[in-house]
């Protein structure tokens, strides 16, 4: 409320009281969002919100600093199969930091066979009774990732 003698005038406000910092939460958007193929761009999209207003936001491409446009965006062309960790920070007036982490997956379009596997000749035909490390390895152009299963 304030006043100038005569006249009062007032005007609703919201006032948030917490024991603890509330730390910015920051958004990743890729378009496309699949994996890509080398000479393609990435449109990258940093979001961020929090507790105060946010001052600084900021987004790295493996690890190299890189500028965003007013609205938290940057264009990535990628060159080379593989992936990109991204990670965006944000920074809010009261000096909070907030992190995001994402991936930008590139495929190799040359690649048109399936992984290679290979496991240890020892294991053919083996009963296995007991636990057992078993070695061997997969490899692939596009590989992402990967799991070994049991079956009967």
Avoid: C
């Amino acid at each position: 409320m304030t006043t100038d003698g005569e006249l009062v005038s007032k005007a609703p406000f919201v006032l948030r009281v917490r024991s603890e910092a509330i730390i910015p939460s920051v958004v990743i958007e890729q378009t496309p969002s699949f994996p890509v193929v080398p000479g393609q761009q990435v449109l990258v999209h940093v979001v961020a919100t929090g507790g105060a207003p946010i001052e600084t936001l900021r987004l790295t491409v493996d690890g190299v600093p890189v500028a965003l446009d007013e609205r938290g965006r940057a264009r990535v062309t990628v060159t080379a199969p593989g992936k990109l960790a991204l990670v965006a920070e944000a920074i809010d007036a009261d000096g909070n930091r907030g992190t995001m982490t994402s991936t930008i997956k590139v495929r190799d379009p040359q690649d048109t066979l399936a992984p290679v596997v290979s496991l240890a000749a020892t294991l053919l035909g083996a009963t296995v009774a007991a636990p057992l490390a078993i070695g061997g390895t997969i490899a692939d152009s596009n590989l992402d990732s990967w799991r070994l299963e049991i079956s009967e």
